[in-house]
């Protein structure tokens, strides 16, 4: 009863703010994102009912507190659907900078729910998986799923589960990652979200947004999606900032990076837009022709750069790349 599972970390293009169920982590609204490749969480997990208790392990280092309390919320999930009661072991490793807003969880507990399903003996589809990752993270049920993917809202798991939207700009997208290091608490924010005066409006608008993003997607017209996806960042840290705790993400070469973008576009004429999730570091979506370009000036702002693609589903790897 082992197994292993990789996944990769996405960026929220019409991002969910705030939770409708927090114990499910049902969020209030929609959500759309992309995953991005070749960032991975890689985890292995094992069922053994000689342990003690359960033993969770994220980059060499043991997992407690509410880091731990958000793994046993999917692992006593998997074990509830599987009828099992024996203790796991857990370890995790990623091969990107984690806790900046570049979507650690979602590829984290992407890959937890998909070893832990195939680890418990669970014959389940993607979409199915979703609904056990979103017990973890929200966002880690559009990693499951994997490349563009949208969350639908919900009060059970029939409803509240993510699906995969085709389009023919999986190819082309390429996505320049711009590493602004600064810790953030995503949690909290969402758990004060609906304190916000601007909640309301947000919530006004959201289901346009998805709307007109799933058009956007099937379309394949990059300017339409990445401008909403430019939008929607802004529409996001309005709600964040005028929160109760008036949570400021945002650093100087954050805005640098923002500047910079819309130079390219106006002075250059790329097809280049900027992205956040909550965080200071900074996606950066262009296409292939103009990558190396956009690359170039991000990395001028004075910050780490990486490249990255679209990335596919979560998947079961072979025994060979276990962790332990």
Request: proline share 4%.
């Amino acid at each position: 009863m082992k197994a292993t599972a990789k996944a990769h970390p996405i960026q929220g293009l019409v991002k969910y703010h705030g939770m409708r169920d927090e114990q499910r982590r049902m969020p209030y609204h929609d959500s759309i994102s992309v995953s991005t490749a070749p960032s991975r969480t890689k985890t292995t997990v094992e069922f053994d009912p000689s342990l003690d208790g359960d033993e969770y392990v994220i980059d060499g280092e043991t997992v407690e507190g509410r880091g731990a309390e958000r793994i046993d919320s999917v692992v006593d999930h998997v074990r509830e659907l599987a009828g099992i009661d024996d203790p796991v072991r857990f370890e995790s490793t990623n091969d990107f900078p984690t806790n900046i807003g570049f979507g650690s969880s979602s590829s984290g507990f992407a890959a937890a729910a998909t070893a832990l399903v195939e680890a418990a003996g669970l014959d389940m589809t993607h979409p199915e998986i979703s609904t056990v990752a979103r017990r973890g993270s929200a966002s880690a049920a559009r990693a499951v799923t994997g490349a563009f993917s949208h969350l639908k809202t919900g009060v059970n798991d029939q409803d509240c589960r993510s699906e995969r939207i085709e389009t023919d700009l999986e190819d082309d997208l390429r996505i320049v990652a711009g590493m602004v290091p600064s810790y953030k608490e995503t949690e909290a924010a969402h758990k004060e979200a609906a304190d916000s005066h601007m909640f309301q409006a947000r919530m006004a608008h959201i289901q346009y947004q998805i709307s007109d993003m799933r058009d956007a997607l099937y379309d394949a017209d990059f300017e339409r999606a990445f401008e909403l996806a430019e939008h929607d960042s802004l529409s996001l840290a309005a709600t964040t900032m005028t929160g109760p705790a008036g949570w400021v993400y945002w650093q100087p070469r954050t805005i640098e990076i923002f500047n910079t973008v819309r130079e390219l576009r106006t002075e250059e004429d790329i097809p280049v837009y900027f992205s956040v999730d909550t965080g200071a570091s900074t996606y950066v979506n262009t296409t292939e022709e103009y990558v190396d370009r956009v690359e170039e000036a991000v990395a001028d702002c004075g910050v780490d750069t990486r490249i990255w693609e679209v990335g596919g589903p979560a998947e079961v790897l072979d025994e060979s790349e276990a962790l332990f």
